[in-house]
């Protein structure tokens, strides 16, 4: 199992990627390029920022939210449970 530093550091690096992937869409833009091709690499952008999402998600829920619930805070618990349900329902709407 990763741990959490190097899963952080990890997506770091994607989101490295992520920024030179947008620069370069600016740059297709600039250059007037075929739209089906600059629509393409704004997929891919959006492809890149879910993998980047869910390793997000993975890290919170096995961190965050483990450490909630492995706490004896209710309180606490059911912040990071709402916390997420709030977040899972806005990205279904």
Request: proline residues 0%.
């Amino acid at each position: 199992m990763t741990n959490r530093k190097t899963r952080r550091s990890n997506i770091s690096k994607r989101l490295a990627r992520i920024e030179g992937q947008v620069r370069g869409l600016s740059r297709m833009i600039d250059e007037d390029r075929y739209c089906i091709d600059v629509i393409t690499q704004t997929k891919a952008v959006t492809a890149a920022l879910k993998k980047v999402e869910a390793e997000l998600l993975k890290d919170h829920a096995g961190h965050c939210l483990a450490a909630a619930i492995a706490s004896d805070n209710v309180e606490e618990r059911e912040q990071k449970v709402s916390e997420l349900v709030e977040l899972l329902q806005k990205s279904a709407g």
